[in-house]
């Protein structure tokens, strides 16, 4: 049930969304910034074609203008991730951190920490999936780009070893002959 502040909410965001179109054009980043306050009230109230609907245009606009505006597209992108990653969607979420990744490498390059994070989303993907090894691999390239930015020390260091650990094991209990291999190593090096 929705409540009367969230319908309120609605409301005006709507009305806001239609005057910023008149004001400003169909293509302009207020536009995008406006459908995602909307979708984020339409996830609220339980009408989630719409909302998806409406990050899926903010987000596919703010791709059309990222080089504009980097931090609106960033807020564009993590709502729509957000509501994605809640509906299960991984066919979807791969296909979304893909394009994330290839966004982010044109606009910061290969050794910024957010290319980090698409490689840790996508490896989180695909260990959800199954495809062990390929997690793997993202989890090393979000290891070697965090410590070539944060050093060793550094607490996502620290995260990162123990998703790729956790990942191997799974992998070796599944019956993936490389990971079980690499989780023999551990094991090994951990009694030692």
Excluded at 44 to 69: P, V
Excluded at 81 to 90: E, I, K, R, V
Excluded at 123 to 138: P, R
């Amino acid at each position: 049930m929705t409540s009367d502040n969230t319908t309120r909410q609605g409301n005006c965001s709507e009305a806001s969304l239609y005057t910023t179109i008149i004001a400003h054009g169909p293509n302009h980043p207020k536009v995008a910034v406006r459908q995602n306050s909307l979708g984020i009230v339409f996830r609220k109230m339980g009408e989630y074609n719409k909302a998806r609907e409406l990050l899926e245009a903010a987000f596919q606009m703010q791709l059309k203008i990222l080089t504009q505006n980097t931090q609106i597209s960033q807020y564009a992108n993590l709502n729509l991730q957000m509501f994605m990653a809640n509906l299960g969607s991984t066919a979807w979420q791969w296909n979304f951190f893909e394009t994330a990744l290839q966004n982010d490498l044109l606009n910061f390059g290969d050794k910024h920490p957010n290319i980090a994070t698409q490689h840790y989303n996508l490896a989180h993907v695909l260990k959800n999936t199954g495809e062990y090894l390929g997690a793997v691999d993202h989890f090393l390239k979000a290891l070697n780009i965090l410590k070539s930015n944060f050093g060793e020390e550094h607490p996502y260091i620290d995260k990162t070893n123990e998703n790729i650990i956790a990942t191997i094991q799974k992998g070796a209990e599944a019956g993936d002959p490389d990971l079980q291999k690499r989780w023999a190593e551990i094991q090994k090096e951990q009694e030692e």
